[in-house]
């Protein structure tokens, strides 16, 4: 019995020891971890969590910048409610969207498709990623000079054929949707390459099977390819559906929210609160709304969407 309490002794101890090296070891990892973590840490906090704790605050207060802030509870965002302003934006915003998404994310997989199957030059790639490449500013005065109504080229070619002027960027019922359209010119290379890269981890053997069975290019793509693509798919509609509500830099140097108010999008009324009116309280309180309606957006696409799924 002494020896067999012995043998039980000595590997309980033997136990404890590994338990006690194998804890000392995850320290000295995870120490080391947040050794490396902690750069980008402090300047998360410094640059994310601080400001918006502070957007927090200002939000509740009276600030034009010049003097200091007076607190006001929940007045700016009691003013929300009855701000034409504010829903005139929201809504643009919607319709921006609305027009943005669901032609990108179509053409983008297109484009993908042809590379896929046709293309897949580096040079190419290169050409159709050039656009996002290019600052936004850069973007957009370009195709104001683009879509100029007396010497713009594509005016100049619609009346050489004949045609009418057409005011792109001035007319009420265009200025939206040719906002849009520049914005998915810009953006359509880089969406393309996203759902390329998903393509091509896509194994070829599933391809093969349904050729032996006698699957066509068109059951292929929507009972395989589509589904396969789920995970990318629901990547690309989320970031761009919450970059799309973030849009400011087209608006503010092509139509500077108009004409009126068609293109004043929730950011162009941000700014325009806060350094042209000098209303930083309500402008911060229209910001934190914003990042709600992101984060609802966000949670309800993820859960639509169900990124992470593929069906097979």
Do not use: C
């Not at 939000?59 to 009855?82: E, I, R």
């Not at 589509?226 to 092509?254: E, H, K, M, N, Y």
């Amino acid at each position: 019995m002494k020896l067999g309490e012995h043998a039980i002794s000595d590997s309980a101890i033997n136990a404890s020891q590994s338990v006690r090296k194998g804890a000392q070891i995850r320290f000295k990892e995870t120490a080391i971890a947040l050794i490396f973590i902690l750069p980008s840490l402090a300047g998360f906090v410094a640059f994310f969590v601080v400001p918006a704790v502070r957007g927090l605050y200002i939000s509740f207060t009276d600030w034009n910048l010049l003097t200091p802030s007076k607190p006001v509870g929940l007045a700016n965002y009691a003013a929300l409610l009855t701000d034409p302003d504010f829903w005139n934006a929201l809504k643009v915003t919607v319709f921006y969207v609305l027009w943005n998404i669901p032609l990108q994310t179509v053409l983008a997989v297109a484009v993908a498709l042809v590379m896929n199957a046709a293309a897949k030059s580096s040079l190419l790639k290169g050409v159709i990623l050039l656009p996002w490449l290019m600052p936004n500013v850069v973007v957009a005065l370009l195709w104001m000079w683009i879509l100029d109504p007396t010497i713009g080229l594509i005016n100049v070619a619609v009346k050489a054929l004949g045609g009418p002027l057409l005011p792109f960027l001035s007319s009420p019922g265009m200025a939206l949707p040719t906002i849009a359209g520049i914005n998915i010119w810009r953006y359509l290379g880089y969406t393309a390459l996203l759902v390329f890269a998903g393509l091509q981890t896509i194994p070829t053997d599933v391809y093969e099977a349904a050729r032996i069975d006698g699957s066509g290019e068109r059951q292929t793509f929507w009972r395989i390819t589509l589904p396969l693509l789920r995970p990318v798919l629901a990547f690309v509609v989320v970031t761009s559906v919450l970059g799309s509500f973030q849009i400011f830099d087209t608006v503010a140097v092509t139509t500077k929210g108009g004409p009126i108010n068609a293109t004043k999008v929730f950011n162009y009324m941000i700014y325009q609160q806060a350094f042209e009116r000098f209303q930083m309280g309500y402008a911060t309180a229209v910001s934190m709304v914003l990042f709600l309606i992101l984060v609802g957006v966000g949670l309800l696409q993820m859960k639509l969407l169900r990124a992470g799924e593929v069906e097979t």
